[in-house]
């Protein structure tokens, strides 16, 4: 019962403005997403994540294996982590 006071004296949080605190949360973009983004669709960055994608349908369409790609996945995410940080470094100048 004092739940139910507290509601009613209280009242329920407006709906409205709890959509106007979601819409500004998804309007909010990292910048460095913007980046990796842009970095990905570099040559070398595709080459890396091909080599990726290979390996993971290898390694998906065998039942039984001790192989992983975690030599790929590291391949591409320093080329592209290489690739931030260069952009990154020459715009904070």
């Known amino acids: 019962m004092v739940f139910e006071e507290k509601m009613i004296t209280n009242g329920e949080p407006d709906e409205d403005e709890e959509e106007e605190e979601e819409e500004e949360e998804e ?9 990796r983004q ?6 070398h960055c595709v080459h890396m994540r091909e080599k990726l994608d290979v390996c993971e349908t290898r390694v998906g369409s065998r039942s ?14 320093h080329a592209r982590d290489h690739c ?10």
Do not use: G, I, R
């Not at 309007?27 to 980046?35: H, K, R, S, T």
């Open 27 to 35: 309007d909010m973009v990292d910048p460095l997403d913007a980046v």
């Open 38 to 43: 842009k970095c990905e669709e570099t040559h």
């Open 84 to 93: 931030v940080a260069h952009k990154l470094f020459h715009s904070v100048k």
């Open 64 to 77: 039984e294996t001790q192989e992983d790609c975690t030599e790929e996945l590291f391949d591409f995410l």
